[in-house]
């Protein structure tokens, strides 16, 4: 047995994180200029196993040091410290179309960290690794609390940060595909907000009554938020992804209830029947279903649905009349939805009404359409159930592993920043304007 | 021109401190850093901790601090003008914990279930408070987790016949083979595990040895052919390197293992670390200690000796002299490394964790003593972590 090699150094710094922050992998003990490469390996909640891997050469002292030296090939190449991570994907001979969504967030994501000699592409799992260090990531800090919402009948879920408060609260909602997807709050709650979770596609009441929520319904969640004892009423944030961004435009705007201190809009448009309900939306978006396109692998493109930007005002939010901050997030690769170019009318309609101070736009080339926390695997099109249709398809989401990752990297920091500059600082912000973001 | 109005609605509208923790999630000998934001500045301060162990008591730590003109307090950076600790400590909170006031004398922090972590709740209080942390609300708080295993780790116990039972630390979906330890604790007798599960969690297949229960001191059979067999259980396991296995052993066991490397045919160990207790006992089992007669001569490993001054349990610095004279009498002295510690006191044990000056302990006649190990907080909790960096270099060196 090769002394030398069974005392490969392997560290992982730290061993047990949050989903958001960096690790600093160092191998050590091994002879300069050798040639290895680091595997991780992820077994997802569903069963599915994931890989990455990176191939290095040991410094002149013995050492590789993933967050300073390059990988010369593998799932990622460069200096990229959370490669590992972010360019996961199913080994080979999985099920095709595979998305990581964890959606139990009490447990961690764990992930074997492996070296191996030489520069290997495949057959990891049939040999015996060098050294081998287990991570666990996590979505809930220490303390941080996981309450159901049932009341009102409403199918959400409130993380509270731990201590006694008060906190700002926010209002998390999610796409398209429906489902109570916990995890963006939980880690909003890890970084000091009251999130709710909501579920306004597929809740109980819709799956038990076959009808779709009103406007009521998001104003119900509101009130949870505003009335709670440990949240502060004035300052209710909102975030919204994809097609939660028509409810957050529209809420922010038009409710009498709702008033938020900021919102943060990702991959989505204002262009939405402006007195419609969620299920009006809906059909507003079907009615232009020939657009739809198909790429050459069958993936479904909507990104045409809502083009051209329509001119008339009835048909999308009037975004001169917002009052508060809204940080707009766009992946310019994006192929579900016609985020870039609403985000260009947004910025025109505001510029014209003189709330343009109030507008941070972040816009990411190579990035694509699901712009989520960062450091988990990049997924370029997946197996996606359309709401209305109930049919099952592989929708385009677009964007370029690295792109899209150093993106999601970059637009959850400053998410985080802006959230803070506005529900977190002292007594005096109007409007905060972030053009140094 | 608006006027702002200022004053009840700004009030209610006073968002709370952020306290942050980072890592939330570390090892036991893991540093952290602790920051508060968003505080008036210069405004006088209490950082606290707050523990409640397995015995349900409570321990507790503080420090006084002022914010900074941006409304900042970072532990890491700044001086504590007070509390159970003083001047720039980063892990202060946790090396100073005592119980609270009200509890019963003698209490000492183990940890037995290794499994699940140490966790202790730190919290900012307005003002410089010095007592009732628990009857009035903090401004903020926050979790944090302190493990002694790392992740992956798995426990599994043997049992095995003539010892009573073991625990071996070692990581399954590592491919080994690992360096062994054969970890020997004190005269509390008892399984103590934690020391192991934080060695495994550096890369070592560590076993940790009970060879009494509490209080049958006096009454247990000790021979060396126990330890021997707990020796070769390490050593002849399947994922340990069998060429090297160390000794690590606290207070009586450092003693055992003194011994043990001088005296057995059998345990022949890479290196050793004694944490002190190498001197004329008077509680130990006659028997197993009438040959005393330190032939450390016969040591033929690197042997690392940690003492201290100020130790009111065993006359300890007089015979670690004796011992180094037996060594260079023999021609080893070069295998033998000292660290000595002045104010440390008799309990050196990993870092971060609360010191302490006097515990209950269980004597040999089942009768509850209270038993004065010495030190000071602040040189001894130094000792610890000072000691504990080299004994870690000292085992990577030598296994």
Known sequence: ????????????????????????????????????????????????????????????????????????????????????LWSLRPVPGSKPWLRMRKMNVQTPMVVTISVYPGHQTEGFLDQVSLAGVVVERWYMAPGVRRIPITEAGLTATLFLPPGPGPFPGLLDLW?????????????????????????????????ETGKMVDNQYFERAYKVLEQHPQILSSRIAMIGLSFGTCITFKMAVYSQVAKL???????????????????????????????????????????DLLLPIPTDPSLKVDVGQLQCPLLLVVGEDDQNWPAHESAMDIKEMMERAGNSHLLTLLSYPNAGHLIEPPFTPFA???????????????????????????????????????????LYAGANTDATSFSNL | MM?????????????????????????????????????????????????????????EAYGHYISNHRGTVSVTDDLSFGGTYTGKEAMGLLWSMRPVPGSREGLRLRKR??????????????????????????????LTERWYMAPGGPCFYLQVHYLKNYFLVFFSFCPGPFPGLLDVWGGGGGLVEYRSALLGSHGYASLALEYFAPGELKSSDL????????????????????????????????????????????????????????????????????????????????????????????????????????????????????????????????????????????????????????GQTKPHSDAQEDSWKKILAFLEQNL
């Open chain 1, 380 to 422: 370029k099109a997946s197996a996606f159930r359309d709401i209305s249709s109930r049919q099952m398809l592989v929708a385009l989401w677009g964007g370029e592993t690295a792109a899209h990752s150093r993106a999601q990297e970059d637009a959850w920091r400053k998410t985080l920043v802006f959230l803070r500059a506005n």
């Open chain 1, 261 to 303: 201190r900021c919102i943060v809009c990702i991959s989505g448009s204002h262009v939405q029947p402006i007195d419609g309900s969620v299920e009006q939306i809906m059909s507003f978006f079907n009615k232009n279903a020939e657009k739809t396109r198909f790429n050459n692998e069958n993936q479904v493109i909507w990104h």
């Open chain 2, 3 to 59: 006027a702002k109005v200022i004053g009840l609605s700004t009030m209610s509208d006073t968002v709370a401190p952020m306290l942050s923790v980072f890592p939330s999630r570390a090892l036991v000998d893991e540093n952290f850093k602790v920051v508060v934001e968003n505080l008036p500045p210069g405004s006088p301060v209490t950082l606290h901790s707050l523990h409640q162990c397995e015995d349900k008591h409570y321990w």
């Open chain 2, 113 to 142: 279930n290794v499994c699940s972590p140490l966790l202790v709740n730190i919290s900012v209080y307005r003002g410089h408070v010095v007592e009732g942390f628990r009857e009035q609300a903090p401004l903020a708080s926050s």
């Open chain 1, 175 to 207: 796409g398209g595909g429906g489902k109570l997807v916990e995890y963006r709050s939980a880690l909003l709650a890890s970084h000091g907000f009251a999130s709710l979770a909501l579920d306004y596609l597929t809740p109980k009441v819709t799956i």
């Open chain 1, 1 to 84: 047995m090769d002394r030398k090699q069974c005392c490969v150094k392997l560290s992982v710094q730290p061993s047990r994180g949050l989903m958001d922050e960096k690790f600093i992998i160092l191998v050590q003990n091994v002879f300069p200029g050798f040639q290895l490469t680091l595997h991780a390996l992820y077994k997802c909640d569903d069963g599915h196993s994931w890989e990455a891997f990176a191939h290095y050469t040991a410094s002149a002292i013995g050492t590789v040091n993933v967050s300073e030296d390059p990988s010369l090939g593998g799932t990622y190449s460069g200096v990229e410290p959370m490669g590992l």
């Open chain 2, 223 to 374: 021979e060396f052919n126990y330890f021997e067999t707990a020796f070769n259980i390490v050593k002849d396991h399947p994922q340990v390197m069998p060429d090297k296995v160390g000794i690590f052993g606290l207070s009586l066991g450092a003693s055992l293992t003194l011994l043990l490397a001088a005296e057995s045919s059998i345990i022949k160990p890479s290196c050793c670390v004694f944490c002190y207790s190498v001197s004329n006992m008077n509680t130990v089992h006659k028997s197993f200690f009438l040959v005393i007669s330190f032939k450390v001569g016969r040591i033929n490993c690197p042997v690392m000796v940690v003492n201290s001054h100020d130790d009111q349990n065993m006359a300890t610095v007089e015979s670690s002299e004796d011992m180094a004279q037996m060594m260079r009498a023999a021609g080893n002295l070069h295998l033998l490394t000292r660290l000595y510690y002045p104010d440390a006191g008799h309990l050196i044990e990993p870092p971060y964790t609360p010191h302490f000056r006097a515990t209950k302990f269980v004597k040999d006649t089942k009768e509850k003593v209270i038993l004065l190990w010495g």
